[in-house]
T-cell receptor, first 116, second 110 residues
Framework: GAVVSQHPSWVICKSGTSVKIECRSL??????MFWYRQFPKQSLMLMAT?????????EQGVEKDKFLINHASLTLSTLTVTSAHPEDSSFYIC????????????FGPGTRLTVT | QQQVKQSPQSLIVQKGGISIINCAYENTAFDYFPWYQQFPGKGPALLIA?????SEKKEGRFTISFNKSAKQFSLHIMDSQPGDSATYFCAARGTYKYIFGTGTRLKVLA
């Protein structure tokens, strides 16, 4: 149980285009999902917290107009990187918190974004 | 105060040895401390977690030791195997979100 999927697992896009990444909780409902960014050999950096049916809360320094987050249902959150640039190339990981309110966050497998 | 300091940055252990990774925190409001294992190109996977009212938790070859007064916790991997070679992250839960340590790259030599 407690499986989180991400799609796509990797994506290459051209500079200036937008890319959407999906995060799904497959066997539980998640009122809260988190989006992280990870650069090579570095730790996970929380970008934003999304709550089902409400606006996402962004961490300091994260551009909310560039990284659009939508949490339209209890099992799906999306991250759209708008007008992507090479510096947006990174590993994006989502996690989901069980609606039952356990402490645990369950992580997805990550999405590798490369902007050329 | 929101940081979690993790050491060492990298660790090399012989097969069968004990791997020890340490973390320290400042915020006494943290109430949950998980450890994650991450392989290259994959998302983090929960290994083991502990709450601050427990001093030790063991699951198989993995043990967390927790020292509340010192605000430190550590991961011990007994009988380390080459398949344990990965990056390990400690984390601490504050309110609703996790604060991650900087990671430890473990290499277990065959």
């Amino acid at each position: 149980g407690a499986v989180v999927s991400q799609h796509p697992s990797w994506v290459i896009c051209k500079s200036g285009t937008s890319v959407k990444i999906e995060c799904r909780s497959l066997d539980f409902q998640a009122t809260t999902m988190f989006w992280y960014r990870q650069f090579p050999k570095q730790s996970l950096m929380l970008m934003a917290t999304s709550n089902e049916g409400s606006k996402a809360t962004y961490e300091q320094g994260v551009e909310k107009d560039k990284f659009l987050i939508n949490h339209a249902s209890l099992t799906l959150s999306t991250l759209t990187v708008t007008s992507a640039h090479p510096e947006d190339s990174s590993f994006y990981i989502c996690s989901a918190r069980d609606q039952q309110g356990s402490y645990e966050q369950y992580f997805g497998p990550g999405t590798r974004l490369t902007v050329t | 105060q929101q940081q979690v300091k993790q050491s060492p940055q990298s660790l090399i252990v012989q097969k069968g040895g004990i791997s020890i990774i340490n973390c320290a925190y400042e915020n006494t409001a943290f109430d949950y401390f998980p450890w994650y294992q991450q392989f290259p190109g994959k998302g983090p996977a929960l290994l083991i977690a502990i709450r601050p009212d427990v001093s030790e938790k063991k699951e198989g070859r993995f043990t967390i030791s927790f020292n509340k007064s010192a605000k430190q916790f550590s991961l011990h991997i007994m009988d380390s195997q080459p398949g344990d070679s990965a990056t390990y992250f400690c984390a601490a839960r504050g309110t609703y979100k996790y604060i991650f340590g900087t990671g430890t790259r473990l290499k277990v030599l065959a």
